[in-house]
């Protein structure tokens, strides 16, 4: 299967954004691609770095306007495309929900994120309500796509379960980057643990992973911090966390990329990680914190 990228820079036109993707998307399927992912909250600024009550303004119904948009190009070229879209779900209720176009533009199905951070310029317990659709694959012609967001991408249940559930690869539309203040060594940390915890999922369940980041500054419009500097560094591995493409740290991007789905069996027969589980000895693993008496 061929899968492409964009890793896009955004700004405050939401017009422009759109239409530089829809230029990716197209660039994407002159290459043969079936499957396309894009970043997280795609279609603007990443608004989450404050708390403004206007910003709800930004959230659109599915089906919507994106939707539509997207569905009729997904249509059009024959793709399978992966969004990520700020969704109005009723009045005060609010979501971070990814949507998948099966390439014959009909909904195949969405995922609305699960964990939701609050730190320091992520405030987004503020505007997204936890999703309550589960980690659920969604079927498409390409296969079944273990569709997570973001903050999900660091937890290996949501990947297991996906796995479980018969995700034939995982894939996060991402926002991730650097604040000012970090010096230059904390910074390669948390890349470094970021894209080393995503190939561990890879590992762990066999399946190939896709992350896509965003990239480019970002300022604070409280002024409160100099913003965020979102790293890009958007990436696919394989199912045993080998590196097949990674975009730069700094500069928009577009990859094209051929995967063989086939690669997992393979692996899960010389690593039997999922033969091996032992779920008698799992019960605690849906508590929150174990201390032993």
């Known amino acids: 299967m061929r ?31 079936e499957l396309v992912v894009l970043q997280e909250l795609h279609n603007g600024l990443y608004f989450c770095q404050t708390e403004d009550a206007g910003a709800f303004d930004r959230a659109e119904t599915i089906p919507g306007p994106s939707t539509g948009r997207f569905g009729r190009l997904a249509k059009e070229l024959k793709l399978v495309i992966v969004t990520s879209l700020f969704e109005k779900r009723a009045p005060g209720l609010y979501h971070n929900t990814a949507v998948v176009f099966e390439n014959d533009g009909s909904i195949a199905g969405k995922y609305r994120k699960m964990h939701i951070p609050d730190d320091p310029a992520y405030y987004e317990k503020f505007y997204f309500t936890p999703g309550d659709l589960g980690f659920e694959p969604i079927r498409t012609s390409v296969g079944r796509l273990g569709v997570l967001v973001c ?28 604040e000012s203040s970090d010096c230059e060594s904390e910074r390669q940390r948390q890349q470094d643990a970021w894209q080393t915890v995503q190939r561990g999922h890879a590992v762990a369940n066999g399946l190939h992973l896709i992350a896509v980041n965003r990239v480019g500054h970002e300022a604070d419009p409280s002024g409160q911090t100099n913003g965020i500097r979102f790293w890009g560094h958007s990436f696919i591995c394989g199912p045993q966390g080998e590196i097949l493409s990674q975009s730069p740290d700094g500069e928009e991007d577009i990859q094209v990329v051929t995967i063989d789905l086939q690669r997992s069996e393979q692996v899960r027969r010389w690593w039997p990680f999922l033969r091996d589980r032992r779920i008698d000895a799992f019960e605690g693993i849906n508590k929150l914190y174990i201390v032993e008496s």
């Open 151 to 178: 903050w999900d991408q660091w937890f290996p249940e949501a990947a297991r379960l996906m796995t479980l559930k018969g995700a034939d690869l995982l894939v996060y539309p991402t926002a991730i980057g650097w």
């Open 3 to 33: 899968i492409g990228f964009i890793q896009q820079h955004n700004t405050a036109d939401a017009e422009d954004n759109i239409r530089r993707l829809e230029d990716g998307i197209r660039r994407c399927a002159a290459a043969g691609t």
